[in-house]
């Protein structure tokens, strides 16, 4: 008779959608607070959104474990910088070492999907989009997680970001105003809260503008 292995992996999936719109002057950041495992719920109040810096916020679905892992990292990392420069990361400076952070860890990866946005040095709304392994892109807008292939679809059809290949440059931010963006944002959840089992509860939105930083919450179904 063979031995039978268990199947055992390091990483899971805890599920949950994160979504970032960067505009003129502003930029939305939002998640659900559902963490879940297989069809089971762990929590309906867990907060997948990290502010790295006074212009930099972070949301990451994937496997929470190396996501808080990941943000004490970047924390660290961002606390020697201030110590050194005396000044705190830009926006930009945070992506680059967001980037290098994942990259590093390439061959055993941080199981985290990531968005970081924010205002870059010109007050300009920013959002960068990454996968598993540090690869990274400035866009308009990103979604990530569970539901981003519900989500992604419909913020294309309403903000079709401009070609890169198009020249010259278009920028990437989204003419929406900010109120426009945070409810694109909140339709976007709830559309995919009806489709999405792991995706729902609640809807933390953090909107980032020169006069600082606030934080919005919306019910979503429960089901």
């Known amino acids: 008779m063979t031995k039978q292995h268990a199947n055992w992996s390091p990483y899971d999936n805890n599920g949950g959608t994160v ?14 607070t559902r963490m879940s495992t297989g069809y089971s719920i ?30 004490k990292v970047l924390e660290a990392r961002h606390l020697i910088y201030q110590h050194q420069h005396n000044k705190q990361m830009s926006c930009p400076a945070m992506a680059q070492l967001l980037s290098n952070t994942l990259y590093f860890k390439r061959f055993f ?12 040095s010109e007050g300009k709304g920013c959002v960068f989009t990454y996968d598993a392994v540090g690869s990274y892109e400035r866009v308009g807008y990103s979604s990530q997680g569970s539901g981003s292939t519900l989500i992604t679809p419909y913020l294309d059809n309403q903000l079709k970001s ?16 900010e109120s426009e963006a945070i409810d694109l944002v909140k339709t976007c959840f709830v559309s995919a809260t009806e489709r999405d089992i792991y995706t729902g509860d609640k809807l933390e939105i953090v909107i980032l503008n020169a006069s600082g930083i606030r934080r919005d919450y919306m019910e979503l179904r429960k089901d």
């Open 109 to 120: 990866p941080y199981y985290a999907f990531n968005v970081l946005g924010g205002l870059d």
């Open 19 to 32: 979504v970032a719109i960067a505009g003129a002057d502003y930029c939305v950041i939002a998640s659900d």
């Open 162 to 177: 401009p070609s890169p290949l198009l020249l010259p440059a278009k920028d990437a931010v989204t003419p929406l105003s």
């Open 42 to 71: 762990l929590t309906r109040d867990y907060s997948k959104i990290i502010q790295l810096a006074d212009k930099s916020v972070m949301a990451s679905s994937g496997f929470q474990a190396d996501v808080r892992a990941l943000q």
